[in-house]
């Protein structure tokens, strides 16, 4: 059954520093989204990306965030200077196309922010 | 009135009864209600998903209540199980746009003891 993808499963980073946090979507599916979710917290909608665009982001998806999708696969999520409070899970997901309604999540990577 | 509100925090339920969650939304533009199971350290994965223009969708042990007017949608597990032992989350979305934002709701930490 195809799966979403994530790598590093668990990244620890100092202050300041840029992470970049990767995915593989579903092969078919042509919407990706990055979620976020802080320990024992809800799950917090970040960025959606279509056709090689972001379609909407949220509050939290600031100037220090961005997304690519550097070839045909793998889809990005860039922090260019983390802090604290970006400590968290990361989730990728992607859905198939428009209309298609049903997100699929990937594991997840727990980014560690010292 | 983008808040999905969830209730219990927490559940505790014996082994073969039934388990219920509960969740409410305000905006009225909502038209598409999944509800996600996350085990610890896993991604969300999708368990069931409903429309508002049926009232009840049922798969397998898992049943969707969908109340319109009301505004509120719930998750029953019949007969529970301890391998249903997870956090369980429900979401919404406006459907009609290509972009699946999904806002979650605080999650259910469920217990299903032997």
């Known amino acids: 059954e195809p799966e979403v993808t994530q790598t590093p499963s668990h990244q620890v980073t100092q202050m300041g520093q840029e992470v970049i946090l990767r995915c593989v979507p579903i092969s078919n599916h042509l919407y990706f989204y990055w979620y976020r979710q802080i320990l024992g917290q809800k799950v917090e909608f970040l960025v959606s990306f279509y056709n090689n665009e972001i379609s909407e982001k949220s509050e939290i998806f600031d100037d220090q965030f961005s997304v690519e999708r550097p070839d045909g696969s793998n889809f990005t999520l860039k922090i260019r200077s983390t802090k604290l409070e970006d400590s968290a899970m990361y989730f990728c997901?992607?859905?198939?196309?428009?209309?298609?309604?049903?997100?699929?999540f990937g594991p997840g990577t727990r980014l560690t922010v010292t | 009135q983008q808040q999905v509100k969830q209730s219990p925090q927490s559940l505790i339920v014996q082994k073969g009864g039934i388990s219920i969650i509960n969740c409410a939304y305000e905006?009225?533009?909502?038209?598409?209600f999944p509800w996600y199971q996350q085990f610890p350290g896993k991604g969300p994965a999708l368990l069931i998903a409903?429309?508002?223009?049926?009232s009840e969708k049922k798969e397998g042990r898992f049943t969707i209540s969908f109340n319109k007017s009301a505004k509120q949608f719930s998750l029953h597990i019949m007969d529970s199980q301890p391998g249903d032992s997870a956090t369980y989350f429900c979401?919404?979305?406006?459907?009609?746009?290509?972009?699946?934002?999904?806002?979650f709701g605080t999650g259910t930490r469920l217990l299903v003891s032997p």
């Open positions: 409903i429309r508002p223009d049926v």
């Open positions: 997901a992607s859905s198939e196309g428009y209309r298609s309604y049903e997100q699929y």
């Open positions: 979401a919404a979305s406006k459907a009609n746009t290509g972009f699946q934002k999904l806002v």
């Open positions: 905006n009225t533009a909502f038209d598409y």
